[in-house]
């Protein structure tokens, strides 16, 4: 229990310092107890980079954020071999991905190849250059954030890349009561006066709350409603005829995990010892959206991915 109620200070303290994305914050943390990564999308000045940036001060752990921008290269985020003339070898110089937390702002302005070589990372967790392999830390979570509002001079994550990220969240703008909430706080840190985080959560405190999520207990049933919304996916005409017009292509396999995981997650950060419907159906929209090719003639007639997986969940029944 000391893992949760760590936890539990935590996400309280962040929604004090992060106003108005209650949503956002809860997603953080699911994807830090599932070992996954974070696509956030959403217009400037949101909160986007100071939200994992104050996370990274309450863990034990070190951020770094990388700027994405055209000219970036492959080595400039995963790192490269220096000459050493007075040692007369090569020697490995890490890059910016080799710390716990990474935020990639705008990650699609960046070109294929970089974007490539930070995805490969995040799923291998590891870094290949020339003969040598160079494990990530343990702890290792990506943030990337993406501007909806620029298309100009932006390079577009293809669906397969798109799939390496445990969920993508959509950022909107605060409330009018938390707009005046923030106008509070950055006075007071003008001022100074920030509250000051809870005492430091350590990585092993951190990874004995992923094995208390692991050990949640899933009922068949539950399980089986996940296998069947991915299917569903899959294979629409089983499940409604509106779906089969609407999807082109379902989700992998690796949705059906991240479903499983972030349900746990979620479950364990409400304090409960076991997954509901509830949990897999609060956090289907994050999975899925993604994930999910929709068809000419949807996108013609102006469905939405979050239209389709609210059919998605309409559909399948919970066995």
């Known amino acids: 229990m000391q ?30 107890l599932a070992d996954g990564h974070l696509l956030v999308e959403g217009a400037p000045g949101l909160a986007k ?31 490269t071999d220096i000459y050493r003339p007075e040692q007369g070898r090569f020697e490995f110089q890490p890059g ?20 490539s070589a930070l995805l490969e990372a995040m799923a291998e967790r ?7 392999t160079y494990p990530l830390p343990d702890l290792f979570m990506v943030m990337a954030t993406q501007n909806p509002i620029e298309q100009e001079g932006t390079y577009p994550l293809p669906e397969a890349q798109l799939d390496r990220f445990l969920m993508q969240v959509l950022v909107d703008y ?29 990585q092993s405190l951190l990874f004995e709350g992923r094995q208390a999520v692991l050990a949640i207990h899933m009922a068949e049933p539950v399980e089986e409603y996940i296998v069947q919304l991915i ?52 956090i289907a929209h994050d999975v899925l959206r993604h994930r999910l090719i929709l068809s000419f003639e949807a996108e013609a007639t102006g469905i939405s991915r979050e239209q389709v997986i609210d059919r998605l969940l309409d559909v399948v029944p919970v066995a």
């Open 3 to 32: 893992a949760h109620d760590a936890l539990h200070t935590l996400n309280h303290w962040l929604n004090q310092q992060i106003v108005g994305q209650e949503h956002l914050v809860q997603r953080m943390l699911i994807a830090l």
């Open 49 to 79: 980079t100071k939200a994992i940036k104050t996370l990274s001060d309450a863990i034990e752990g070190n951020f770094q954020r990388i700027q994405f921008t055209p000219d970036l290269l492959p080595s400039d985020v995963t790192g």
């Open 96 to 115: 910016p991905i080799f710390h716990n937390l990474v935020l990639s702002d705008e990650i699609n302005r960046a070109p294929a190849k970089v974007q």
């Open 126 to 132: 590891q870094v290949s250059v020339g003969s040598t």
């Open 174 to 202: 605060p409330n009018i009561e938390a707009e005046r909430k923030i106008l509070k706080l950055a006075r007071a840190e003008a001022a100074h006066q920030e509250t000051p985080p809870p005492a430091e959560i350590s």
């Open 231 to 282: 299917n569903a996916s899959r294979r629409p005409g089983d499940y409604d005829p509106d779906l089969v017009n609407w999807l082109e292509y379902g989700a992998s396999p690796r949705a059906t995990i991240a479903l499983d995981r972030c349900a746990r997650a979620h479950a364990w950060l409400e304090g409960r010892d076991y997954v509901s419907p509830d949990d897999v159906r609060a």
